[in-house]
Every structure is written in C-alpha cells, then in structure tokens.
C-alpha cells in the first residue's frame, strides 16, 4: 500500500543504522541503474563523504526518503540550497538543487509526486526565498515526470570520459612542448594546496571561468572566494580525497589558466577532471591545451592505475568541447538539466 510508505527526514549525523542501510541500498541500486559498469564506491567512504558535505558552511541539504513498512528506501530526495553565509547566495536564493528517485519496483504510483510535494512544502517553510528548481535527469521515466510537471529542459549536459587506453601520449606531449613554447614567460605550477600569494587571483581567475561555461537557461552566478577554496582544501583532506591543481601565471603575477582534478584511493580507476578555465584576454594562446595535456601526463605519473577520466560538460560547449574531443572524451552519461518554477500547479 502506498499509504504505508512514510517519508522521513534522513539527518546524516543523527541517523540510526537501518536508516543509513536503507540509503546505501537506495542509492546503489539507482547508481547500478543508472551507470551498470562504474564501481560502487565503498559504504564507509561514502557515509564519510555524506557527513562532510552536510557540514558544508555554503550549502544546506536536506534528504528525505520515503520508507516501506520493511524497512526499505522505495524513494529518496535530496535538496540542496545557497547558505545565507555563501558570497553568492543573493544571486542564487531563489534556486534548489533537487535529485528525486524512486526505485524501479514503485514507479508509476504517484510516489514521486509525493516526495517532491513534501520537499516543497518544507521548502516554503525552511527556505522561502526557492522559486525554482533545478534537476539533473538521466532516466526516461524521469524525464516523463519532468515533462508532465511542466518542468523545462534548461541545459543538455553529459559526463563525458577519456579511456587512459585510447590516448594518443605523443599529441599530448605535443600540446604540453608547443604551449610551453608559445608562452615563454608563462610559469606551470602543480599543487594540492593553492599558495597564499596566488589565492586572491586565482579565485577570481576560477569565478570568472565558471561564470563562463553555457548555463543554458539556468540563472546563476557562481561566486568562489578565497575563504571557500580554503574550505574546499579542508574538505578535501577530511574525505581522503586527493585534489591536483594546475595552474598558469603570468610574467606580471597574474592567474591566467588553471585546471583541477579529483582522485579517490577507494576509486582508484578514475580521476574526476573539474574546472579547466583560462581567463578572456589569455585564450586561444594554447593555455588551454597546455592545462589539460599537462593534467594527464601528471595522472599518468601519480597514478597509473586509473582507467579513465570523467568530466562534466555542457553540450554547448564549443571550446571546451574542442580540446577535450580532440583528447579522445566520449558522452559517457547524457544528462538533461530541467527547471520547475515553484509553485508546481496542482501540487501544495
Ligand atoms: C575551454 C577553455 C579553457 C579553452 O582555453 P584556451 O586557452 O582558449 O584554449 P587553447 O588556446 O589551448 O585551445 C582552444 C582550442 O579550442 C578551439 N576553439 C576555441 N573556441 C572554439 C569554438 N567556439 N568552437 C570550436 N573550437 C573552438 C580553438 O580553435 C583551439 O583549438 P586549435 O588549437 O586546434 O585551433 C576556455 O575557453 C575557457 O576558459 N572557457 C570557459 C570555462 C569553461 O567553460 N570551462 C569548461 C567547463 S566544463
């Protein structure tokens, strides 16, 4: 019986162990769903990656599931919004970041409807300032609920991945010697730990780049401040989670370029490329090419084990779609990026 089915609040730091089971079961069995050959990564490496990021200063969560008398998590959704402490939460309060899923077995009874109507009821009460959210979508039936809500498709999005396998090392090798001898005065430097005296220029170089990947019709700004990039550093060693940065400077000091991965010891088949940006007045000097050569031939060194790199990108990409097609990245995941304006007619 649907009305059976209780949805419940999941706090990360508070919850009993059937609870944290119900989600670890929820959760891998969507990922199985969704991605059937990418590993599982380990339950306690993901409970401690869960427990940081809900203590996370910038960004409130919240997780509901919906649970079967049994014990099961037939449901789960996740909300996440800007904290009033965050430098951008002016211009992002009124988004929400939601992912809702319902286990294959409870489709189709009206389940997810009522876990998005509870998110958004306790949204008007917790976060009033949410007019709109915005949800990555992979699965057809999703997108069928997505479409019967009225939700609009706002960004076609994928992850894509490179095979170490299918590199051709002597182009990138290529890229790394002819951007070194296009800009001369241009230092490479390789960190975990961006260096005080970069930290200013190089969250503004990381803002400005962000701010310049195709948001399709998504509003936001994204503000990254030095104070942030600090707490990501901190995170980061708190997960067990080892962050490589690469970044250009220029002869007058300036960040021009930088580009950053992310490498699990517990997922030691993958390193996650993140942002690569160069700013305006540097592009199209083959910084870019540089940046992204160097950041393989720096995985080939420090972790020969990897498989392969995944990397998120918006299908209207251009540039960045040049140098990573060029590298040998496939669409790996297409995923449709859908925008639902509160509130939903007919729902609360
Ligand atoms: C992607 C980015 C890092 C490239 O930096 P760059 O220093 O200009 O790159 P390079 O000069 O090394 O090379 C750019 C290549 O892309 C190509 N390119 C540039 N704009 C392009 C476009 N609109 N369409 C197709 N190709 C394009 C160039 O022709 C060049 O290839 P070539 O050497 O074969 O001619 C830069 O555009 C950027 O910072 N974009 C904003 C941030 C962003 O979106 N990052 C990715 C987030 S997923």
């Known amino acids: 019986m649907e009305s059976d089915i209780k949805i419940l609040e999941f706090r990360p730091e508070a919850a009993p162990e059937a609870l944290w089971t119900a989600y670890f079961d929820h959760s891998e069995a969507m990922h199985r769903e969704i991605d059937p050959q990418d590993p599982l990564l380990g339950r306690e490496r993901?409970?401690?990656?869960?427990?940081?990021?809900?203590?996370?200063?910038?960004?409130?969560?919240?997780?509901?599931?919906?649970?079967?008398?049994?014990?099961?998590?037939?449901?789960?959704?996740?909300?996440?919004?800007?904290?009033?402490?965050?430098?951008?939460?002016?211009?992002?309060?009124?988004?929400?970041?939601?992912?809702?899923?319902?286990?294959?077995?409870?489709?189709?009874?009206?389940?997810?409807?009522?876990?998005?109507?509870?998110?958004?009821?306790?949204?008007?009460?917790?976060?009033?300032?949410?007019?709109?959210?915005?949800?990555?979508?992979?699965l057809e039936p999703g997108k069928k609920f997505c479409g019967k809500l009225g939700a609009k498709m706002a960004l076609a999005h994928a992850e894509n991945r490179l095979y170490v396998k299918d590199i051709d090392w002597a182009m990138v090798e290529h890229w790394a010697a002819e951007g070194r001898r296009r800009n001369p005065g241009t230092t490479v430097l390789t960190v975990g730990i961006i260096p005080e005296e970069d930290i200013k220029d190089y969250s503004e170089a990381y803002t400005e780049a962000m701010?310049?990947?195709?948001?399709?019709?998504?509003?936001?700004?994204?503000?990254?401040?030095?104070?942030?990039?600090?707490?990501?550093?901190?995170?980061?060693?708190?997960?067990?989670?080892?962050?490589?940065?690469?970044?250009?400077?220029?002869?007058?000091?300036?960040?021009?370029?930088?580009?950053?991965?992310?490498?699990?010891?517990?997922?030691p088949h993958k390193v996650r490329q993140m942002l690569t940006g160069v700013r305006l007045k540097y592009r199209g000097r083959g910084l870019g090419k540089l940046l992204k050569a160097l950041m393989l031939l720096e995985i080939r060194a420090k972790h020969p084990g990897?498989?392969?790199?995944?990397?998120?990108?918006?299908?209207?990409?251009?540039?960045?779609?040049?140098?990573?097609?060029?590298?040998?990245?496939?669409?790996?995941?297409?995923?449709?990026?859908?925008?639902?304006k509160l509130p939903v007619p007919g729902g609360r």
């Open 211 to 267: 701010n310049q990947q195709p948001f399709g019709e998504i509003s936001m700004k994204i503000t990254v401040t030095p104070e942030q990039i600090r707490v990501g550093e901190k995170e980061c060693l708190e997960t067990g989670a080892e962050d490589t940065v690469i970044y250009t400077r220029e002869a007058n000091g300036a960040v021009s370029g930088l580009t950053e991965t992310a490498y699990l010891k517990d997922s």
């Open 46 to 138: 993901h409970r401690a990656m869960l427990l940081v990021a809900f203590k996370a200063p910038y960004v409130s969560r919240r997780l509901y599931l919906a649970l079967t008398p049994g014990g099961e998590a037939a449901g789960l959704a996740s909300v996440s919004t800007e904290t009033p402490r965050s430098p951008s939460y002016q211009d992002n309060k009124h988004l929400g970041n939601l992912n809702l899923s319902v286990l294959p077995g409870y489709r189709g009874r009206g389940l997810g409807w009522r876990l998005l109507n509870h998110v958004i009821s306790e949204l008007a009460v917790k976060e009033p300032a949410v007019a709109e959210l915005m949800s990555p979508v992979v």
């Open 306 to 340: 990897v498989k392969y790199v995944v990397t998120g990108n918006a299908d209207s990409n251009a540039p960045m779609l040049a140098i990573n097609n060029a590298l040998g990245f496939k669409k790996h995941l297409p995923i449709l990026f859908y925008k639902l």
